[in-house]
Structures are given as C-alpha cells and as structure tokens.
C-alpha cells in the first residue's frame, strides 16, 4: 500500500500554502489529489502555461443552461494552486477528488432535503460559503467557539492568527489542525439531527467521493500519496480505509442524478476574491495574504512603506520619520498581544494613528488598495473560454467594435441595422456592468443619431466571466440581471425606468416579465407620486421607442393604466405638504403634464385635466402646488385670461394670507413670464396687489418675489418690466383687447393723431366721386 498523507488546509490561506509547499517538498509525492471539481482535471496542465497568472477561477457549468455554474477561484497564495504547481514542476499525477459537478448541478440533487434553520459551516476550512452549505448539521461556529476561549473577536482572526501569520514553514502544523477539527467534528456529529438536511446529503457525498478516489488512487503504482483538502473534511477523509466505509460509501453515491458540464479557466481579481462567491468561501484581505505570501520576512515595513507612497500619491503628508515611527508602533502592538510579527489588526491600528491622524478617508484608500487590492489575473489566449466571453468576441467581430483601451467617439444612426445593433450590445454591457460606452448627447438634428464615448478597461474581462452566472450569453445575462432588479424594486417608477433600459437593449422578453411586474406593483400602490415618477419615461419610451424598432404598444398600455390612478389620488396626495414637498409635488405634476402631452392622447388628456381642475379649487393645499396646475390649465387653453384672473385674484386676496399668496404666484410663474405678456389683466391684477402691501410686507415678500421672477428668462423679464414702465402707476384695465391702458398719457396723444390723420381723411373724401 502507498504512504497517504491528507493535508487539511485553509482556501486562500498563505500560512497554509507556505507550510503545505514545505511539507511537499519533505514528502515528495508521485500522486495529488486535490479538493476541486474532476470536471475540470483536463485544464490542470495550463497551469504551468507562462501566460497563466492568478488570481485566476475555474468554471464549471452546464452545457445546456450556461447560468447553472460554479466557480473555483485561486491565487498565488491559495493551497491548491501551489500544490499544482508542485506537481507539474515535479512530473506527478494531478487529479481533483471532490463530487463532480455533472452531479452537484444535475436537476434533483438539490432535493435531497432540507436544510434545518440555524446551522452554519467553519468559515473558509470548507469550500462552500458559510451562508450556502452548512456542514454535517453544525449548529454553531466552531471556529468562532475557539476564537472565544482564546479572546479573539471571530475565528478569522483566530486563524488568522495562529496559521496564516506563523513564521517559518512548520510542517507540523497539519496535525494539529487534523486533531483539532477531528475534536470539533466529533462534538457536532454528536449534535442532534432533526429531519434531512440536503446541505448535510451534499457533504456526505463529496466526502464519500474523495474517499472513493483516495482508494482508486491506493490501488494504483503510486509509492506516496498526498491529498490537498479543505482542513474540515481532513478527519473525514482519514477514514478511507476504515470498516465498512466502502459500502456505506457505495451507498452513499449510488442513484445520483448527472448531467453534461464543461469547464474553463477564466481570469479573475482580488476585489471579487474578497467576497464569498459561488463555491468557495471569500477572505477579507487577499492583497494584505499576497503581501504574507510573498515578502514574508519584512511584511510590516514593507505594507507600510506602500502605504506611505500610497498617500503621497494623493498629496497627503506621509513622511519617513512617520513610516518608521508605525512599524515601531506596529511591533510593539504585536509584542504586548503575544504576537511573534504584526497582524493586519496592528498594522491597520500603526497607520491610523502616525499615517492618517485618525482620519477614516485615507484608511478606506489604503483598505482598498492595500487590504482587498485590485490585482487582475490573465489566462492563455488558447485556453477555453467562458459562454459569454465567446458570445463577447463573437458579437464584437460581427459588430465590428474593438475592445481597446484607447478612448474613442462613435456616433450610431439607429436606422442602420448594424448601428442598431451595437446600440443595443452596449446597452447589455451596461446591464451585466459593463460600462464599455458612455451616452453622450448626439450632435445635429433627429432621434435617430446617437453618441458614445468607447473606452475598454481590462478588469471587465472579470466582470464577463461572472456573468456567466446569469447566462450564456451577453443578452442573457443582461435580461437575468434586469429581472432580479425587477424582483428587488420596491417603486414603480424603478420598473419604469428598467422598462426604458430593456427597450435600449431590445431585451423584449425580460421587458415583458418587468410590464407584468409594474402593473402588479401599480395595482397595489397607494403612492401617487410614485407612479407619477414613472410616467414621464415610459411616456417618452411611447412616443419615440419606434426610432429603435422597438414595440411600444405594451409602454403604451402600462400608461394608459398608470395616468387614470395617479389623476384619481392626485388631490388627496398634495395636502398637508410643507415647502420642500410641495416644491417636489410641482416638479412631479409637470413632468406629468409633459408626459402626457407628449402621447396626443385625448382620453388621457381629458382625464389628467380634470384631475388638475379639482387641485386648482383646493383652497388648503400649498399655493405654489396650486399655482402651477391653474398655470398649467391656462397653457393648455382649458382656462382662459379671465377664469384664470379670477383664480389669481382669490389667490392674492388678504384672506388667503400674504405668504399663501406668495407661494401661489411662484407657482403660477415660475420659470416662464409669457402668462403675464400675453394674458390680458393677468399683470394688472400682480400689479394692483403688490402696489397695495405696506411697508413691511413688500420688504418680507421681495426675496420670495425676485426668486421667482429669477427663473424667467431675461427676454420676457424686459417685456414685462417696458409694459409697466409704459403705462406707469396709473393701472387700468382696457376693454376688450385684454392690455393695460393709462387713459390720461392716451389723451395726451389723440390731438397729435387727429392732426396726422385729417388731411389724409379730407384728401380722401375729396377724390371720392
């Protein structure tokens, strides 16, 4: 029988990694075998490939349905990945040993029960994360059980601690985890079970696999076998050759559901390594473990030295004298907490005190660069790529579109099929947060053109592999995205502007999924701004979502639903409303009106001017609310100079009250003056009120005033300003042509005028035969 050995390891641990790389290199197995999908066991040899840096991710997912998938990340510093390097370097047998995904991703073996409430899994000793696959019926941390006694806030730090920051290669440190996990496992296997556990089922069966590969590899021409697993499952494993472990194995495995998978190696980064994502648990710090793994023996003053020329970068004060004076601080934070080198806690304390002066914006710039880091990974050009970075390649090719990182314009016509076309992959890349193009505004006339501005940036690649999470292809991942914000959205009128963001990316299905959702939501909603919110886009998607060939008729429909609601609640909806809100509520009713002006729909048309009729008879709602829906229904012609008159003088009546009246012309005027030019007695009645305040009124009500004045423009300021200045202080109301007269300066001129015109009256009457 062959020498066995099982390595229970931390996934992206450096300590790991370094004790594991001396243990191997002691060891010198002829056969690996590796905690990792066995679907991916032909993509082991690219590893060695010069072009291959990590931190890279394998995937695995389904040939039929590209969006059932799971990743495998590693870095540098990740034990897998050192234990295959070492056996490429080395000429031995790599192969992964846990439950191959054709299985885990199969339809059926998520049903194999449920999971109790409560349970949770050591963080990073097992590949699954600790919010998905809870172990064995764990129903505490152990780790944090651990962290406890020994006075550490989690059992990250106590790992942390006690493994990834040890000095040395101490070979020796892998049986006392094997001891340890076997003692934690024993007491929650000792737990009490009640009814099936499907999470459980799933880890019976990886382990019940790798122990069938472990005892494939024993009966083959291998003198030294080494296993590379997850430190929990190490004591598991350890009883491959026990009793009747081969049939309760057997048993175990037997009737599994499969299904075809496929695989491909695809970069990554440490910004989404630091998250815990699909199978493998994240670390809160992978360039902080780079740092560990790779400049071992001056890792404190070296991380602070980055973090020095870090801020100097910034044009902070970071000085030598400062850098020395935090290593200093930082071991000696080390030596009063039994440390034999600083921790990421000691250093992080260092800098806050020497480099940032307690200030928390220079340590969320170091946390950022320094703790989580913005490392990308590359994969060979010849490796097998992921679905949507195909379907990403093949879409620019037929596009014609380079992703370079050379910025550049492109103006579409959307009514060329191809530009249409690279309208609509832009906007799906911006769905699946890729933000390759930017919308600028189009120059020249027509709906028709629009603008971009390309620039590609290299860690998108990243962003592409993960949305193969969500599809196969780029449309794919896109509409999944959007119906998950879909199902998020608390607001119509976040529905309404996804509904827009479909249209753009002429994403039909999804659109109609998201319809279905807003009507659903409307149905229920008792916010009226809310669904008035939403109008004003869907409205613009109605009139103008043709110059995209898209089909509007369903926006159409979602309008002609929404606008009868938000008229029937828009009175109940502006009482009681203070300033600020009423200022909104304005901006809301006139986004409205526009939105439905824009349609030329007169039914809908009808009903939103009834609705504004009832809100300019309210006498208790805010005045400048008020204002503008009689300015807004005297625009439309559904009142006239003197309904309106009539309206203005209630409103500026001493019984309203002076600041009630204020309000009210704000609204009524506010960014447009033509009313006052055009409206007959409309200015004469302003007039007539503001010549009547005293003293004290006028002076209080004049910064209200010139606001509002302030937001008419400066033609029809000077309009109104040359017609009062023309009649003078004498106001009077004309008759029948609806402008300002002062009779007596008009007498003055009738003698001129008689004289002008009578020769040229008695010359007429003299020709006349």
């Not at 080390?334 to 250093?347: C, K, M, N, V, Y």
Request: aromatic residues 6%; proline residues 6%; negative net charge.
């Amino acid at each position: 029988m062959p020498e066995v050995r099982i390595f229970g390891i931390r996934h992206h641990g450096p300590g790991s990694a370094r004790s594991l790389r001396a243990a191997l290199d002691a060891f010198q197995p002829d056969c690996l075998l590796i905690e990792g999908p066995p679907d991916a066991d032909a993509l082991i040899p690219l590893v060695a490939d010069p072009a291959m840096e990590p931190p890279v991710a394998l995937l695995v997912y389904r040939a039929d349905r590209p969006q059932t998938c799971a990743f495998f990340p590693f870095a540098a510093f990740s034990p897998e990945w050192v234990a295959m390097r070492h056996g490429l370097d080395h000429g031995a047998t790599l192969r992964f040993i846990d439950l191959p995904h054709a299985i885990q991703l199969a339809d059926g073996f998520e049903t194999r029960g449920e999971a109790p409430e409560g349970e949770t899994a050591p963080a990073g000793l097992d590949t699954p994360a600790p919010a998905e696959a809870p172990s064995v019926a764990v129903r505490r941390d152990p780790l944090g059980e651990l962290a406890e006694i020994a006075g550490f806030p989690d059992g990250e730090r106590w790992w942390d601690a006690f493994v990834e920051s040890r000095a040395g290669e101490d070979g020796d440190v892998f049986a006392a985890i094997h001891e340890a996990m076997a003692a934690l496992r024993e007491g929650a296997e000792a737990a009490p079970r009640q009814g099936a556990d499907g999470d459980a089922f799933r880890e019976e069966a990886r382990e019940a696999h790798m122990r069938t590969c472990l005892r494939k590899a024993a009966r083959e021409d291998f003198a030294r076998i080494a296993v590379i697993c997850g430190a929990w499952h190490a004591p598991a494993l350890a009883r491959h050759d026990a009793k009747g472990q081969v049939g309760l194995d057997a048993a175990t495995l037997k009737g599994l559901p499969k299904t075809k998978v496929a695989a491909a190696w695809a970069p990554w980064s440490y910004e989404r390594l630091a998250t815990a994502s699909g199978y493998r648990a994240g670390v809160l710090s992978p360039e902080w473990y780079d740092t560990l793994w790779n400049h071992e023996g001056r890792v404190a003053a070296r991380w602070l030295a980055r973090a020095a020329t870090l801020l100097r970068a910034e044009d902070l004060d970071a000085s030598p004298a400062s850098v020395i004076e935090a290593a200093r601080l930082a071991e000696a934070l080390a030596g009063f907490r039994g440390r034999a080198r600083p921790s990421l806690d000691d250093l992080h304390e260092a800098a806050q005190a020497t480099l940032c002066f307690a200030d928390p914006a220079p340590m969320a710039l170091i946390r950022r660069k320094l703790v989580i880091g913005e490392r990308l990974g590359a994969t060979p050009p010849d490796s097998p790529g992921t679905p949507v970075e195909a379907d990403f390649a093949a879409t620019c090719k037929s596009l014609r579109l380079k992703p370079e990182a050379v910025a550049g314009d492109l103006v579409l016509d959307l009514r060329k099929d191809n530009d249409l076309a690279r309208s609509h992959f832009l906007n799906r890349l911006h769905l699946i947060g890729i933000p390759w193009g930017r919308r600028q505004q189009a120059r020249g006339r027509g709906t028709f053109k629009e603008a971009w501005f390309l620039s590609w940036q290299p860690e998108w690649v990243v962003d592409l592999v993960a949305a193969s999470a969500d599809g196969g292809t780029v449309a794919e991942a896109a509409a999944s995205r959007v119906r998950r914000r879909a199902h998020e959205a608390t607001r119509v009128a976040e529905l309404s502007g996804l509904i827009g963001t479909l249209l753009d990316a002429d994403l039909a299905g999804a659109g109609e999924d998201v319809i279905r959702a807003l009507n659903d939501r409307a149905a229920v909603s008792a916010d009226v701004f809310d669904l008035m919110e939403a109008l004003p886009p869907l409205a613009e998607l109605a009139r103008y979502g043709s110059v995209r060939s898209s089909d509007t008729e369903p926006v159409l429909g979602v309008v002609r639903g929404l606008v009868p609601r938000a008229a029937a609640g828009l009175t109940a909806a502006c009482q009681s409303l203070d300033d600020d809100a009423a200022s909104a509520a304005k901006a809301r009713i006139v986004g409205v009106h526009a939105a439905i002006s824009l349609l030329e729909e007169p039914d809908l048309k009808a009903v939103w001017q009834e609705a504004l009729r009832g809100l300019a008879d309210q006498s208790h709602v805010h005045g400048r609310v008020v204002g503008r829906a009689v300015r807004l229904l005297f625009d439309d012609r559904a009142l006239d100079a003197e309904q309106a008159g009539d309206r203005l003088r209630l409103a500026l009546s001493r019984a309203s009250g002076t600041m009630a009246a204020a309000a009210w012309i704000e609204g009524f005027l506010e960014e447009s003056g033509t009313a006052l030019i055009h409206g007959g007695t409309l200015l004469a009645v302003i007039d007539e009120w503001l010549a009547g305040l005293d003293g004290t009124l006028f002076a209080e009500l004049l910064p209200l005033l010139r606001r509002t004045f302030a937001t008419i423009s400066q033609g029809e300021r000077r309009a109104i300003g040359e017609a009062l200045n023309r009649h003078g202080t004498g106001v009077s109301e004309g008759e029948g042509s609806g402008r300002i007269l002062d009779a007596e300066r008009a007498a003055r001129v009738l003698p001129i005028l008689r004289l002008l015109l009578a020769p040229v009256e008695n010359e007429t009457t003299e020709d006349t035969p």
